[in-house]
């Protein structure tokens, strides 16, 4: 401890680098042993604490593991805040915006192989797919969905489904980049190739909706 830093910055901040000592020893072992086979115990060992400190942070594994898809999906505040754009924004620019960092988001390492463990899990702890989907596929779909209810109280477009047109945008995006990742085990895309495949997302649903 420093002398410009008080003992609770201190506290604060050891509690901090344990916390992030957790989260990175829970992500080897559920990527190493799978959902069902990772213990409290097998993360206190890769992280170097005691079980009694993961305890002090996180109720139980699936508490723990649910915080490590809200760390790999946090979005830029600026993109998912569905106030974040005014509805005279023009669609195409917005949509390419949304899309660009989805399409980061979804072809991320991290991503991936936090899907990989879900999947495998999916029938025995289904919670988990849900805890991926609201807190990284929902923040975007709201976004968009929000900016189309905003420019259809406007009158400047006629969307009977805002939430599906929303859906199925970012549809057009994953389709396309999430299996390749996820199956085949291809590099990331670059910046290049995700525009190409936002840019024709983009495309389809103006030819759709005119938005």
């Not at 945008?169 to 495949?197: C, K, Q, Y």
Request: glycine share 8%; aromatic share 8%; net charge neutral.
């Amino acid at each position: 401890m420093t002398r410009d830093m008080t003992l609770d910055e201190f506290r604060t901040r050891q509690a901090e680098t344990k916390r992030c000592a957790i989260l990175e020893g829970a992500q080897r072992v559920f990527l190493r042993d799978g959902y069902e086979r990772a213990t409290i115990q097998k993360i206190a060992d890769e992280a170097g604490v005691s079980t009694r400190t993961i305890y002090k942070h996180f109720d139980n594994k699936e508490a723990l593991f649910i915080r490590l898809i809200r760390e790999a999906a946090r979005a830029p505040a600026d993109v998912c805040d569905p106030g974040s754009l005014c509805c005279d924004e023009p669609p195409a620019w917005a949509l390419r915006r949304f899309g660009m960092d989805y399409a980061r988001l979804v072809t991320g390492d991290a991503w991936r192989d936090l899907l990989r463990v879900i999947i495998a899990e999916a029938g025995r702890t289904p919670g988990l797919g849900g805890a991926l989907f609201e807190h990284g596929t929902c923040p975007y779909a709201d976004a968009v969905r929000a900016y189309l209810v905003r420019r259809r109280g406007r009158g400047l477009v006629e969307i009977p489904d805002e939430k599906l047109a929303a859906t199925q945008f970012l549809s057009m995006i994953n389709g396309v980049l999430i299996w390749p990742r996820l199956l085949m085990n291809t590099s990331a895309p670059g910046d290049d190739e995700l525009a190409a495949v936002v840019e024709s997302a983009v495309g389809v649903f103006l030819a759709r909706y005119g938005a």
